[in-house]
């Protein structure tokens, strides 16, 4: 059974950057196809902010690309979102998500971010 631990979440002022890691501290990470964050704010559904797979794909949602950076480094087991410009509305919980090869779904327990004005 994969589990995944999130870190790095916080309170940032905007313009500011946090980081973001997801480590896998249960199976192994090259079980997992699929690796990256969703977030969702109060009131709304959790939505993509990008993911990338074993073989390199990467994919941001619109409205993080040129801010936000997906890493994945198999040997520390660990994903990371690199978040730049930091904006209030990037405010979320943030949550590490992971597909095996078999699209079994898993997901990390969620991190704050909040970003203030």
């Known amino acids: 059974q994969v589990q995944l631990v999130e870190s790095g979440g916080g309170l940032v002022q905007a313009g500011g950057s946090l980081r973001l890691s997801c480590t896998v501290s249960?199976?192994?990470?090259?079980?997992?196809?699929?690796m990256g964050w969703y977030c969702q704010r109060p009131g709304k559904q959790r939505e993509l902010v990008a993911v990338?797979?074993?073989?390199?794909?990467?994919r941001y949602t619109d409205s993080v690309k040129g801010r936000f950076s997906l890493s994945r480094d198999n040997a520390k087991s660990t994903v990371y979102l690199q978040m730049n410009s930091l904006k209030p509305e990037d405010t979320a919980v943030y949550y590490c998500?992971?597909?095996?090869?078999?699209?079994?779904?898993?997901w990390g327990p969620g991190t704050q971010v909040t970003v203030s004005s």
């Open positions: 998500y992971a597909a095996d090869w078999d699209t079994r779904q898993y």
């Open positions: 249960s199976g192994s990470i090259f079980s997992l196809n699929g």
């Open positions: 990338t797979s074993s073989g390199g794909m990467l």
